[in-house]
């Protein structure tokens, strides 16, 4: 983003999407391919890592994501920017609030 890729940032952002599920249980492989990006969002509802509030987010970032790996687009800081905001916050919900948590119940608060 800095560098003004925002095409680069979209794509990898679709691709995080991609290693969240998996880490939370979705098999990396379907046959030879990873599987389609309508499972990524599948599993990433049905196992709570999002909400159906945060679905067209994730449908959002498909649809620009799809442009950017298919076609040979513009997209526009605006929207990259967007795609990031979600995606930073996604990856916060689903790495460091349950680190928290286990802290929490433990009760290591340090830092």
């Given at each position: 983003?800095?560098?003004?890729?925002?095409?680069?940032a979209v794509m990898m952002c679709r691709k995080l999407l991609l290693y969240v599920?998996?880490?939370?249980?979705?098999?990396?492989?379907?046959?030879?391919?990873?599987?389609?990006?309508?499972?990524?969002?599948?599993?990433?509802?049905?196992?709570?890592?999002?909400?159906?509030?945060?679905?067209?987010?994730?449908?959002?970032?498909?649809?620009?994501?799809?442009?950017?790996?298919?076609?040979?687009?513009?997209?526009?800081?605006?929207?990259?920017?967007?795609?990031?905001?979600?995606?930073?916050?996604?990856?916060?919900?689903?790495?460091?609030?349950?680190?928290?948590?286990?802290?929490?119940?433990?009760?290591?608060?340090?830092?």
């Amino acid at each position: 983003m800095g560098v003004g890729a925002h095409t680069a940032a979209v794509m990898m952002c679709r691709k995080l999407l991609l290693y969240v599920a998996v880490a939370n249980g979705l098999p990396a492989k379907a046959g030879n391919r990873a599987p389609e990006f309508y499972k990524v969002a599948e599993h990433l509802e049905s196992e709570g890592i999002i909400t159906k509030l945060m679905r067209s987010w994730v449908d959002r970032i498909k649809d620009v994501g799809n442009d950017a790996n298919h076609d040979l687009p513009h997209i526009e800081s605006d929207d990259a920017m967007d795609v990031a905001t979600f995606t930073e916050q996604l990856l916060r919900l689903a790495y460091e609030l349950p680190a928290l948590e286990a802290r929490v119940q433990t009760g290591d608060m340090t830092p």
